[in-house]
């Protein structure tokens, strides 16, 4: 059975900083590129950052120069470190796994909640 089990969300004032963790269990996760997406209240689910397993990352726009992905294969863990937190960072925040081969599979986690205001 596969889990994705996210931690670290929470409620932080503007400017400050969250560190997410997703663990993951029942993959090779090694093998696994691995993402964070987030949903904001009306609007569509969008990807933040993900990682390779060969460690390249991608990363929105929005974020670039304040959030860094990272993945931590021996404890099969991808973590979202995020700075300078602003009030549109609010959003529900996914871990999401998957697997570009011949099969491929795709794993989301059940969501860890940010919410940034003052």
């Known amino acids: 059975q596969v889990q994705l089990v996210e931690s670290g969300g929470g409620l932080v004032q503007p400017g400050g900083s969250l560190r997410l963790s997703c663990a993951a269990s029942?993959?090779?996760?090694?093998?696994?590129?691995m993402g964070w997406y987030r949903q904001a209240p009306g609007k569509q689910r969008e990807l933040v950052a993900a990682?390779?397993?060969?460690?390249?990352?991608n990363y929105a726009d929005s974020v670039k120069g304040r959030f860094t992905i990272s993945r931590d294969n021996a404890k099969n863990t991808v973590y979202l470190q995020m700075n300078t937190l602003k009030p549109e960072d609010t959003a529900l925040y996914y871990c999401?796994?998957?697997?570009?081969?011949?099969?491929?599979?795709?794993?989301w986690g059940q969501g860890t909640q940010v919410t940034v205001s003052s």
């Open positions: 029942g993959i090779i996760f090694s093998i696994y590129v």
């Open positions: 999401n796994a998957h697997y570009y081969g011949l099969n491929p599979r795709d794993y």
């Open positions: 990682i390779t397993n060969g460690g390249s990352t």
